[in-house]
Nanobody, 129 residues
């Protein structure tokens, strides 16, 4: 059974940093594009960042450009989200996701939640002002 497990969430002050990790198990997923999304109560899941299978291409929501960085370590089948200069509006549950729907040789990033078929359980990030 495929599992994506996030870690690294918590409470940070505005202007601070957090680093989220997401490790996959149960199936080899390092050949697929991956992403991070966030969700707050009553809202749709929202795109944050995405990374291609090789890590050579990345994509970010405008709200996090220049502050967040997505990366991956394919040897560990793990992706990361380095979150700097945090703002109270970054407060949300953050989910990692992997997409196998385009096939394992798909070389680009994916920004739509509907493109992803494997999801983690989420990790809470709270930024205090």
């Amino acid at each position: 059974q495929v599992q994506l497990v996030e870690s690294g969430g918590g409470v940070a002050q505005a202007g601070g940093s957090l680093r989220l990790s997401c490790v996959a198990s149960g199936r080899t997923l390092w050949t697929y594009p991956k992403g991070w999304f966030k969700q707050t109560p009553g809202k749709e899941r929202e795109f944050v960042a995405a990374i291609s299978r090789s890590g050579g291409s990345t994509s970010y929501a405008d709200s996090v450009k220049g502050r967040f960085a997505i990366s991956r370590d394919n040897a560990k089948d793990t992706i990361y989200l380095q979150m700097n200069s945090l703002k109270p509006e970054d407060t949300a549950v953050y989910y990692c996701a992997t997409s196998t729907r385009m096939g394992e040789y798909y070389s680009y990033t994916l920004r739509a939640a509907s493109d992803y078929d494997y999801w983690g359980q989420g990790t809470q990030v709270t930024v205090s002002s």
